[in-house]
């Protein structure tokens, strides 16, 4: 079935840092996106992007859809303790198909 | 803001038994989706629904699920039989009309099929 990579795993940074994290495809997509999840609740979103090179923000958070349309990156900057959760790329296919999620823990 | 609800938050259910999860979508909205997720790992995709029928479903919607819109509101999931593999979150959403309108998910149900 298709499938995103979602790397890194999981990531233990200080309270401040910038944060960045990445989803690639062995297939196009047309439009990507970035979920939030906090334990025991839905999926919340972020970001979408829809345009192949397109660069959004949303606050704190910059989203970038891949030239190839075959990838995407999230970058959080200065990141505080509520950044606390995972975070899930999808790429839209009519359903969404997620990655496997990058587990953020702060560290204040 | 209106979201999508769902209900129960838990369910606990010995396996063999039938379950129905219910979800009320965002109103104005006309896609319907369940997703899955087992305990630490990805949330998958399981089938969409819209125009009063299965649009798209996946290997896991097997013979013992189904979805049903009893209502101008309700968004069911039922799992006739259940298995312990069946112990997930449950995800439902929604979206309004267009290619590119985003999905909304619900708080989810845990079901645990001991």
């Known amino acids: 079935g298709q499938q995103l990579n979602q790397s890194p795993q999981s990531m233990f940074i200080q309270e401040g840092e910038d944060v960045s994290m990445n989803c690639t495809s062995s297939?196009?997509?047309?439009?990507w996106l970035w979920y939030k999840q906090d334990p025991g609740e839905g999926p919340v979103l972020l970001i979408a992007?829809?345009?192949?090179?397109e660069l959004t923000s949303n606050g704190r958070l910059t989203a970038q859809f891949g030239i190839t349309r075959k990838d995407s990156f999230l970058n959080i900057s200065a990141s505080i303790p509520s950044d606390v959760g995972i975070y899930f790329c999808?790429?839209?296919?009519?359903?969404?198909?997620f990655g496997q999620g990058t587990e953020l823990s702060v560290k204040p | 803001e209106p979201e999508v609800t769902q209900t129960p938050s838990h369910q606990v259910t010995q396996m063999g038994q039938e379950v129905i999860l219910r979800c009320v979508p965002i109103?104005?909205?006309?896609?319907f989706y369940w997703y899955r997720q087992i305990l630490g790992q990805k949330v998958e995709f399981l089938v969409s629904?819209?125009?009063?029928?299965?649009?798209?479903k996946s290997e896991i919607f097997d013979d013992q699920f189904s979805v049903e819109r009893p209502d101008g509101s309700n968004f069911t999931l039922k799992i006739r039989s259940t298995k312990l593999e069946d112990s997930a979150m449950y995800f439902c959403?929604?979206?309004?009309?267009?290619?590119?309108?985003?999905?909304?998910f619900g708080p989810g149900t845990r079901l645990t099929v001991t």
């Open positions: 992007l829809y345009k192949a090179g």
């Open positions: 959403a929604s979206r309004s009309f267009g290619s590119n309108a985003e999905q909304y």
């Open positions: 109103s104005n909205h006309l896609y």
């Open positions: 297939s196009i997509f047309n439009t």
């Open positions: 629904f819209y125009n009063n029928e299965i649009s798209e």
């Open positions: 999808a790429g839209l296919r009519g359903k969404l198909i």
